[in-house]
């Protein structure tokens, strides 16, 4: 380095001492190319001399939420008026009885889906009467006329239908207080049926309790003892007494 390299180094330096030194000295103006006169504390403007301080400040907002007005629910019974009804299923070929509790004002339809559903489970009882079977039923005038599904009524066997039709006949009959007969339609067509007796009917003959009572299975025998039975004789020896002679005329 030369020696005019130097002094431009040494020049370069000295306004950046003096700017150190001014403010290590506090606040002031510059009065000359090296020089600084301070500034008095009272000409200095308001707040050119304060600490700058950075404060940070968290706000917490609170939300009240209204209480929700409890609500009391208040249990209602409902009472559903029942009424009997009698479903017929087989006991050894024979129709016997099953008595049911429906709604009060049940229908047909109702009722038919009992008799489809079979008997009971705790019952030793059978039935010919398939789900899907009676497709619908309608009541005219006391007579009610069931409407059969012709593949569900085929694959009842020839030699059991009549037992079918009395399940049908009589449940319907028995259950329902307006009906007092029954005629039948495989799939909207008027049918000819077997009768209790084994004869067919006229096509859409209406049908009777009566026409299938005689598969009715016979009632238990009642082993009720008359007390006018049960009294023993007592002969004319034993009670003291003279039976009067017996004269025979010649």
């Given at each position: 380095?030369?020696?005019?390299?130097?002094?431009?180094a040494?020049?370069?330096?000295?306004?950046?001492?003096?700017?150190?030194?001014?403010?290590?000295?506090?606040?002031?103006?510059?009065?000359?190319?090296?020089?600084?006169?301070?500034?008095?504390p009272?000409?200095?403007?308001?707040?050119?001399?304060?600490?700058?301080?950075?404060?940070?400040?968290?706000?917490?907002?609170?939300?009240?939420?209204?209480?929700?007005?409890q609500?009391?629910?208040?249990?209602?019974?409902?009472?559903?008026?029942?009424?009997?009804?009698?479903?017929?299923?087989?006991?050894?070929?024979?129709?016997?009885?099953?008595?049911?509790?429906?709604?009060?004002?049940?229908?047909?339809?109702?009722?038919?889906?009992?008799?489809?559903?079979?008997?009971?489970?705790?019952?030793?009882l059978?039935?010919?009467?398939?789900?899907?079977?009676?497709?619908?039923?309608?009541?005219?005038?006391?007579v009610?006329?069931?409407?059969?599904?012709?593949?569900?009524?085929?694959?009842?066997?020839?030699?059991?239908?009549?037992?079918?039709?009395?399940q049908?006949?009589?449940?319907?009959?028995?259950?329902?207080?307006?009906?007092?007969?029954?005629?039948?339609?495989?799939?909207?067509?008027?049918?000819?049926?077997?009768?209790?007796?084994?004869?067919?009917?006229?096509?859409?003959?209406?049908?009777?309790?009566?026409?299938?009572?005689i598969?009715?299975?016979?009632?238990?025998p009642?082993?009720?003892?008359?007390?006018?039975?049960s009294?023993?004789?007592?002969?004319?020896?034993?009670?003291?007494?003279?039976?009067?002679?017996?004269?025979?005329?010649?």
């Amino acid at each position: 380095m030369s020696r005019h390299d130097g002094r431009h180094a040494l020049y370069a330096l000295v306004p950046a001492l003096l700017a150190t030194i001014a403010l290590v000295a506090g606040c002031g103006v510059p009065t000359g190319a090296d020089t600084f006169s301070e500034i008095p504390p009272d000409e200095i403007q308001f707040g050119l001399d304060a600490t700058s301080t950075t404060t940070s400040t968290t706000s917490t907002t609170t939300t009240t939420v209204p209480e929700q007005p409890q609500t009391t629910l208040l249990e209602t019974t409902t009472t559903i008026r029942l009424e009997p009804a009698e479903i017929y299923f087989l006991s050894r070929g024979r129709l016997q009885p099953v008595t049911i509790e429906l709604p009060a004002g049940f229908s047909s339809d109702q009722v038919a889906d009992k008799l489809e559903e079979g008997p009971p489970p705790d019952v030793a009882l059978d039935t010919l009467i398939e789900d899907g079977l009676i497709v619908s039923s309608f009541e005219s005038e006391g007579v009610l006329t069931v409407d059969l599904d012709g593949e569900t009524f085929d694959r009842i066997p020839s030699t059991q239908q009549t037992e079918a039709i009395g399940q049908i006949v009589l449940t319907m009959i028995a259950s329902l207080r307006l009906v007092g007969q029954v005629t039948f339609t495989l799939e909207g067509d008027p049918i000819p049926v077997k009768k209790g007796n084994g004869l067919s009917s006229e096509v859409g003959e209406p049908l009777s309790f009566d026409d299938y009572a005689i598969l009715l299975a016979a009632p238990r025998p009642q082993s009720v003892e008359d007390p006018a039975d049960s009294t023993v004789p007592v002969s004319a020896s034993e009670s003291g007494t003279t039976s009067p002679d017996t004269t025979t005329a010649p």
